[in-house]
Structures are given as structure tokens and as C-alpha cells.
């Protein structure tokens, strides 16, 4: 199937999917397919990032496949991207040269964060030829904020009605235009000095840290780093982390791991950098795997600034069951951040642990900041 029929078959599947799961369901496998297709159809080689979705656990109003200039961003959150965009009512579908604006409005107003999009918009369509091509808004529908800084976001696109798609030959070459005015538009928009609100570059975690470290490592090397967590109302909270503990696998009678594989900690023989999330009392509490895939190892983040233990942790961050099972990284909506701090780390028991034997409950284990006064 080429990629002009997964268009026209994940059209007409979506609005029934999204009465339904999004976990496992075979619309969302789909998607996957779809940016396959677009990653392996020649036209975005080395450098490039092509993915594609349909929501972080929830279905999105607007699914999308983005191609990301690695040199650029990686996210639709900040900087250019060459996206393709399906209206809310899946009639349409807009090939677009977008800008992300989740970043900028982080510290600004929805009217500023428009206003931003417009003038960035303006000043980049007086350096690129769009002739055959749409400037400006587009009409997605959208009635989300993420839908509708899509809509403002877009500086040139190009329209096709689901009911009457080209051919994929067609399709292909117009992604071969786009990546080339997107090419042209990274370069006007350094020559021109303006802000995409890209945040330092990099200074996200990455899912390799992680995986790179068992849990205790992981647990040490965390603390004092910043937690940071979109709210619904597309605004990010960050907090320093002050507390974790370490938890090692199936040898460790204090992990959830103990028994062995179950449905509940089944997240847990991931590979490191994904949210293991479980109810205690009241709470959901945020644990993050460690390690590689089929060895259950986590961090539980015990405590962030403003917030001692992980229950207050939890009531501040509005940790969630939805988080469980999603990676931590910024386009799902929880992700760590590099932050310099001047601090100390003390070590000591595990607490809550009462069940584990005598060992595991005295194992130096929980690992705190120490703040150095000035």
C-alpha cells in the first residue's frame, strides 16, 4: 500500500478510532506507517527526523506527520519544520511549512504567541518563492490550542482534499519542494536573527541517558535536575529534583519487580527513559525505567522543590495514570532538563519499605540534594 492510500484509509478510520483506546489500536499503527512512507521515500535523507501523531494519551484533535531538520529542532514545539497536517474533520490534509510554538508560549500570551507566529510568518515570506503555493494561515478547524498555533504557524502550504489525493509520485515531489524551502527558510531566519524560540539547543534529556545507566547511577545523577511537566493549559512547570530512590530489578524485594513480570509493572522491562507510573493511597507516583530493555530497574522521583515526598510531589505536578508507559521527552508532555546546581548529594535507607528484607531496607539507596548555603 502506497503512501496515498494509508492517507485515504487512516482518514476514514480516525474518527471512529477516536471513540476508542489509543493504547495499542491499530489506527495509531497507521500513523506509523504513514511516516515510514515519508521517511523512506527518498527526499528526506541524513539529518533529517521524520515522525508522525495521532496524541499523547489521548487521541489529537490533529494528527500530523512532521519531517524535522536536525540542524534545526526536533520537535514541533520550537523552530521550522516541513509538516503534514490533517484537518480536524479529515476531509483535508495541508503539506506546510509550520513553526512551532508551544515553547514560545511557555512565557507569553495566546494574543502574543499569535502575534509572534504572524510576524515571523511576514518576514519570512519576503525571502522565499511560493509562487503556486498558499502563504499564511491555514483553516485546520481546530478548536485546541495546539491546533490552532498550527493554523497561525503556517507560512507556506499547499492543500489537498482527502476525497481527491494526488498520486504518490505528486505527493513526493511536493515534499521535495517543501524540504528545499525549508532549507531556504533556516537560512533566512539566521540571516534575518529571528526568534524561533529555540531553547538553548539541547538541553533536554535524552532517553540515552537512561538507557546508559542502571538505577542507581540513574537515581544519582538525576537529582538536581529539572522536572518539568506541561500543564492543561499548555503552560510548563519545572522543579528542581530533590529526592530519588533506586530500585534494581527482581533481586531487589523492595521493587515492584520481585515477583517477576506482571500487568501492573510490565512498563518496567522497558528500556530506561519511560514514565513508570503506579497509585499509591491517593497519588499517582512518577518513576522513570533505567537500563536496558528486559531488566526492570526505575528512579522514583521521592521529592522536587516545594514539594518533600512523593505524594506532595505528585499533588503539585498532577502526575497522572495516562502518563504511564510514555516516554519522557517533551512532545508527551514530561521530560527532564539539564540545570546546573550547587548542591551536595546525601545518601541513606530507602523509606516505606517495611516489607523488604533487612538488606534491601538498609541499602543507602535514597539520595537527596543538600542545598550549599551562601
Not at 71 to 81: A, I, Q, R
Not at 190 to 207: E, F, K, S, W
Not at 349 to 367: C, K, M, T, W
Amino acid at each position: 500500500m502506497g503512501l496515498r492510500d494509508l492517507i485515504i484509509q487512516f482518514a476514514s478510520e480516525y474518527p471512529s478510532a477516536k471513540k476508542e483506546s489509543l493504547r495499542g489500536h491499530p489506527t495509531a499503527a497507521l500513523m506509523k506507517k504513514i511516516a515510514s512512507e515519508v521517511a523512506g521515500c527518498g527526499v528526506f535523507g541524513e539529518g533529517y527526523s521524520v515522525r508522525g501523531s495521532v496524541g499523547k494519551g489521548g487521541w489529537a484533535e490533529i494528527p500530523w506527520v512532521a519531517a524535522f531538520d536536525l540542524d534545526e529542532t526536533d520537535t514541533l514545539h520550537h523552530g521550522l519544520v516541513a509538516v503534514l497536517i490533517f484537518s480536524a474533520d479529515m476531509k483535508s490534509l495541508f503539506l506546510s511549512l509550520n513553526q512551532g510554538s508551544v515553547t514560545y508560549f511557555d512565557s507569553h500570551s495566546r494574543a502574543e504567541t499569535n502575534r509572534h507566529l504572524e510576524e515571523n510568518s511576514a518576514a519570512l515570506l519576503g525571502e522565499l518563492d511560493h509562487e503556486n503555493l498558499d502563504s499564511g494561515r491555514i483553516d485546520l478547524g481546530a478548536t485546541s490550542s495546539v491546533g490552532r498555533f498550527l493554523e497561525t504557524g503556517s507560512i507556506l502550504s499547499r492543500r489537498y482534499p482527502i476525497d481527491n489525493l494526488p498520486s504518490d509520485a505528486l505527493i513526493v515531489s511536493d515534499l521535495a519542494v517543501f524540504r528545499d524551502i525549508y532549507s531556504k527558510a533556516m537560512e533566512a531566519e539566521r540571516r534575518l536573527g529571528l526568534d524561533m524560540a529555540i531553547p538553548g539547543r539541547r538541553t533536554q534529556v535524552p532517553a540515552e541517558f537512561f538507557r546508559e545507566r542502571d538505577a542507581i547511577a540513574a537515581a544519582k545523577d538525576a537529582l538536581g535536575m529539572m522536572l518539568c511537566r506541561r500543564m492543561e493549559d499548555g503552560t510548563v512547570m519545572r522543579k528542581r529534583i530533590t529526592e530519588t530512590e533506586a530500585y534494581t530489578g527482581e533481586r531487589d524485594s523492595a521493587a515492584h519487580a520481585r515477583f517477576g513480570r506482571t500487568k501492573r509493572n510490565e512498563v518496567l522491562y522497558e528500556s530506561g527513559g519511560i514514565a513508570y507510573v503506579y497509585r499509591c493511597h491517593m497519588y499517582w507516583l512518577l518513576n522513570v525505567t533505567a537500563g536496558r530493555e528486559g531488566d526492570p530497574q526505575c528512579v522514583l522521583i521521592r521529592g522536587v522543590e516545594g514539594a518533600d515526598g512523593p505524594g506532595r510531589a505528585s499533588k503539585l505536578m498532577d502526575f497522572r495514570r495516562e502518563m504511564n508507559g510514555l516516554p519522557l521527552d517533551e512532545e508527551h508532555g514530561l521530560w527532564l532538563e539539564f540545570s546546573a546546581c550547587d548542591a551536595e548529594m546525601e545518601a541513606g535507607p530507602r523509606i516505606g519499605i517495611g516489607y523488604a528484607s533487612e538488606e534491601d531496607r538498609e541499602a543507602p539507596l535514597n539520595f537527596r540534594l543538600r542545598i550549599r548555603k551562601s
